[in-house]
């Protein structure tokens, strides 16, 4: 089930302080009126009481989904342990340092794409947006699949720069059947940018041997 707690936290306008609501876990078997409030963040929205002041307050959150077996963790610590009670249930389980990272790994396992091979394309991406104009600080993040086109919203900056769609099923299915093998699962994992170069190297070591 869902856990949460409340703490009294300050306004960073204002300054006053307010009981919040801050949510722990959240299962989306048992709570789906809580799945979306996570992906369009509205989970980690913030009124104050005092001044009306709005603002998004992140903190450690797991997000569970039973029927695909999967749980994603928004959090700092990188020595996760999996629940008592899942240990051995064959769980894809995910670490993400980000708030964007948390939403894209959500949207990504929800339709049941192998989040490893999407972290894999983004650079390439990156650098062919960059290659047509795109600030070299852009950030993409994915937002699914149209008509067989990988879907991904660009940020510069923090600021959202508009979605572009990519043909890449060709190089998904190359990543999955030739440089992946099955996902570990059981074990929290952290698949970003860093995780996706180091395989990357290691798929063109491979190919040149």
């Not at 980690?44 to 307050?57: N, V």
């Not at 894209?104 to 972290?119: F, G």
């Not at 990156?126 to 086109?149: C, H, M, N, Q, S």
């Not at 769609?165 to 998904?172: I, L, Q, S, V």
Request: hydrophobic residues 30%; aromatic residues 12%.
């Amino acid at each position: 089930m869902s856990s949460c707690h409340t703490e009294c936290i300050s306004c960073s306008h204002c300054g006053r302080k307010g009981d919040y609501i801050l949510w722990d876990s959240v299962n989306v078997e048992r709570n789906p009126e809580l799945a979306d409030k996570v992906k369009d963040q509205s989970l980690f929205k913030r009124t104050c009481p005092h001044c009306g002041y709005e603002e998004r307050i992140w903190y450690p959150c797991l997000y569970h989904d039973m029927k695909r077996q999967f749980m994603v963790y928004f959090c700092d610590d990188p020595k996760l342990d999996v629940p008592r009670d899942l240990k051995g249930c064959g769980y894809l389980l995910r670490r993400t340092d980000t708030p964007e990272e948390f939403i894209e790994k959500i949207l990504v396992l929800e339709l049941e794409i192998d989040d490893r091979a999407v972290a894999m394309m983004k650079p390439f991406v990156e650098a062919d947006l960059e290659g047509k104009g795109a600030p070299p600080t852009t950030e993409i993040y994915f937002r699914g699949v149209d008509r067989g086109r990988f879907i991904f919203e660009c940020f510069d900056k923090g600021q959202c720069g508009g979605y572009v769609g990519y043909d890449m099923g060709r190089f998904y299915n190359y990543c999955v059947t030739q440089c992946l093998g099955k996902p570990v699962r059981d074990v929290f994992q952290t698949i970003d940018r860093d995780w996706a170069e180091r395989q990357l190297k290691r798929c063109s070591c491979q190919c040149r041997d």
